[in-house]
């Protein structure tokens, strides 16, 4: 499976940015695609999840802000990111995984593409 990730930028705190994860080569049906971050100096941390069976899934902190949907069939996953925070400044990932279990931890996830930058300023 192999996962590219795009759309980062930077933006004023208030701002907006779509993320993209376009993934290929997956041939297993039962899986969640999902969206992580890592700020300097902090721990990975789970974003937002969508399942084969169409469920999502946000961190708190997220929740109400951020919106993670895909086509049909997840070829291509969007994180839709509105009223950015600085505290949103981070490397964001986009991940798969076999199954829909656990998907808030990251070490369940098996494939990771690169990440992209999100700088939001004050």
């Known amino acids: 499976v192999q996962l590219q990730a795009s759309g980062g930028g930077s933006v004023q705190a208030g701002g907006s940015l779509r993320l993209s994860c376009a993934a290929s080569?997956?041939?297993?049906?039962?899986?969640?695609i999902g969206w992580f971050r890592q700020a300097p100096g902090k721990e990975h941390e789970f974003v937002a999840a969508?399942?084969?069976?169409?469920?999502?899934y946000y961190a708190e902190s997220v929740k109400g802000r951020f919106t993670i949907s895909g086509d049909n069939p997840h070829d291509t996953v969007y994180l839709q990111m509105n009223s950015l925070k600085p505290e949103d400044t981070a490397v964001y990932y986009c991940a798969v995984r076999r199954g829909i279990l656990n998907i808030l931890r990251g070490d369940t996830y098996g494939y990771w593409g690169q990440g992209t930058q999100v700088t939001v300023s004050s």
């Open positions: 969508i399942t084969s069976v169409g469920s999502t």
């Open positions: 080569g997956r041939t297993f049906s039962s899986y969640a």
